[in-house]
């Protein structure tokens, strides 16, 4: 299979795909394209990398390769999460950031996420060109690289702690000492991830309480399907809530850049609800304004809240490579996607996980509101809303089949109920009273996701339903 950028990045098998010889043409391809780019005399990239299986040495060949190509490579001193790369990226006069990871994938997996200098994720014009590279060195294999202990010796390599300039950075957009010293008692699950030790490191040392559950790095993710913070896989978290009366549960995935959160009573949150309470802190509590650009998959309560309060809110496809451009764009206030990744203003263009922990632990301090509070508060000013989501993996050879029953289908679904159908990333139809359902395919992993938000539990499970038979070969 050849090397295929996704929604985020190139991810793939370890040792399948995603071997030493394809890391290693990823890599040459992202030198010959920073260089094309650049007008310094010699380019220099932030080379982070996870927990998972083999990323310390996959992240040693990457540094090799742009080594034995001229530029000079920051290389992190251990596993760190994504946004603290791209948080180094966006502070430092640097070319480019990489970070050798696959995010919330099953264990099996690696990936490498190209960073830009403004620390967002690659565009797709930026992706389709370092394809182009790819191709070539695919066919006509030249990779330059030097030595690790070399590159070293030489200077071209340099070993880079991040941590410390990403938490003075996190001082000074909130006040950290005012949530140490408010008594909450915090369980945080960074799934195994590099995200370990970063809420503790934060917010301990006063009178609030920081446990930590899964914070050993274990590249099996064991007890979970993938280190992705979504229901199914925050059982312990919940569990742990509930029997030692904690007041919220954070969680991240592997690379720290989504958050999930917990209620004091052990309940999930949705990634929609805690955007839309994102969105209530700038706006109502920070008194701010400013656009919000969300993914087609976010929700509703978003554009209610942009009517309320008088800012424009812009859709645009799933992942942040979309996202970002809009970002830079609009000046936005805010910015966020289903699966979990957030981000505001002064902050990176990118997703945040510890960030937006951080915010909804801010969010309790200012407004003394526990965590169920604060979603019946969301809920008195947009409306109730619930949200669903449906992973279902399909065979590759079906996909034509799927795609053509869900085009003919089209508009004929609930010609009476619906309001439009939007084709510009999956298939999204949009109901006249306000709910909405979403199929479309995974661009990181072979599932189909199915999506829905309506005004009950009983109308989301019924979209879904209907979703299910569309998708049913």
Not at 28 to 39: F, M, N, P, Y
Not at 188 to 195: K, L, Q, T
Request: net charge negative; glycine share 8%; aromatic share 8%.
């Amino acid at each position: 299979m050849k090397i295929k950028f996704g929604t985020e990045g190139w991810r793939a098998l370890i040792d399948q795909d995603f071997n030493l010889g394809n890391v290693q043409i990823c890599a040459q391809a992202t030198a010959d394209l920073i260089k094309s780019g650049t007008t310094t005399d010699v380019a220099t990239i932030i080379v982070g990398y996870d927990t998972r299986l083999k990323s310390d040495l996959f992240a040693k060949a990457v540094a090799e390769v742009f080594a034995g190509n001229n530029i000079n490579v920051l290389l992190t001193d251990g596993p760190v999460p994504t946004p603290v790369v791209s948080h180094a990226v966006w502070s430092n006069p640097v070319d480019a950031g990489v970070v050798i990871t696959a995010s919330h994938n099953p264990p099996e997996y690696n990936g490498y996420k190209l960073k830009m200098p403004d620390g967002s994720s690659a565009s797709s014009e930026t992706v389709d060109t370092l394809e182009t590279h790819i191709r070539r060195i695919e066919n006509n294999p030249s990779i330059k690289k030097s030595s690790l202990s070399d590159a070293i010796s030489s200077g071209l390599v340099k070993k880079i702690d991040l941590e410390s300039s990403y938490v003075e950075h996190l001082s000074k957009l909130f006040d950290l000492d005012s949530i140490r010293s408010s008594g909450i008692k915090i369980v945080h699950d960074p799934m195994y991830g590099s995200g370990i030790s970063y809420f503790s490191k934060l917010l301990s040392g006063q009178s609030s309480k920081v446990k930590q559950i899964h914070a050993t790095a274990d590249n099996s993710f064991p007890g979970i399907e993938q280190p992705e913070p979504v229901e199914n896989n925050l059982t312990l978290l919940s569990e742990t809530i509930k029997y030692n009366q904690y007041d919220i549960g954070i969680a991240n995935d592997g690379d720290a850049d989504r958050v999930g959160i917990l209620d004091e009573n052990g309940r999930f949150v949705t990634a929609l609800e805690t955007f839309a309470l994102i969105c209530l802190y700038e706006l109502e509590i920070l008194t701010k304004r400013g656009p919000i650009i969300r993914s087609l998959t976010q929700t509703n309560m978003v554009d209610r809240l942009g009517q309320i309060y008088g800012v424009p809110v812009f859709e645009t496809k799933v992942g942040f490579k979309h996202i970002a451009p809009l970002i830079d764009k609009h000046n936005a206030l805010v910015a966020g996607e289903e699966s979990g990744g957030f981000t505001i203003d002064g902050h990176i263009p990118d997703r945040d996980g510890i960030l937006c922990g951080i915010l909804i632990l801010d969010m309790m301090v200012k407004t003394g509101k526990s965590v169920s509070e604060l979603i019946e508060w969301l809920f008195s000013i947009v409306g109730p809303h619930y949200y669903k989501r449906l992973d279902i993996k399909f065979n590759d050879s079906d996909k034509e089949k799927i795609l053509q029953k869900l085009d003919e289908a089209g508009s004929q679904l609930m010609p009476g109920e619906l309001r439009d159908l939007n084709k510009s990333d999956g298939f999204k139809f949009n109901f006249k009273n306000g709910s909405w359902m979403l199929i479309r395919f995974s661009g990181t992993e072979p599932l189909l996701r199915t999506y829905a938000e309506g005004n009950s539990l009983e109308e989301v499970d019924n979209l879904l339903l209907t979703a299910k038979e569309l998708i049913t070969i």
